[in-house]
């Protein structure tokens, strides 16, 4: 049996995609394979994942069922050609918990997907000439896997 872990992240793709963006509504988000580093436009609002960094077993019932803790990252690109500093930092903030909301809000995952959920943001310049930003969503995503 597959992990629901890849139904979780397709939810999740579904529901950041669905967001209306606070500024520019024209460029929508986006999943790609690998976010690029803000090189030119059409890296604005693309977002991917990483691979998991911990796949921690909490518990165990019995043989056939084990709840498992999954942390990874949602990267997302943002850029900010043609902003003041001070303009940047505030439409990142805006975007950061847009999306933020989103996914904690969000209750009706998918099947054997316990809880899902964003625990901390970094932030990271990636160009200056774009002022392109990697946003770094850290979550924690809890699974109940059978055989």
Request: hydrophobic residues 40%.
């Amino acid at each position: 049996m597959s992990s629901p872990l890849g139904t979780v992240l397709g939810d999740i793709v579904t529901t950041v995609e669905a967001l209306t963006p606070p500024s520019s509504t024209e460029i929508t988000y986006s999943e790609v394979d690998d976010v690029r580093g803000g090189i030119d436009s059409s890296d604005h609002r693309t977002f991917s994942f990483s691979l998991p960094s911990r796949g921690d077993i909490i518990a165990e019932r019995g043989t056939a069922l084990a709840e498992y803790e999954w942390r990874l990252d949602l990267g997302l690109t943002l850029l900010g050609v043609g902003r003041s500093a001070r303009d940047h930092v505030a439409a990142v903030a805006d975007e950061v918990v847009l999306i933020c909301r989103a996914i904690d809000k969000k209750t009706d995952w998918a099947g054997n997907v316990t809880f899902a959920q964003v625990d901390a943001v970094s932030v990271a310049a990636l160009n200056e000439e774009t002022r392109a930003t990697l946003v770094a969503f850290h979550l924690r995503v809890t699974t109940e896997e059978t055989d």
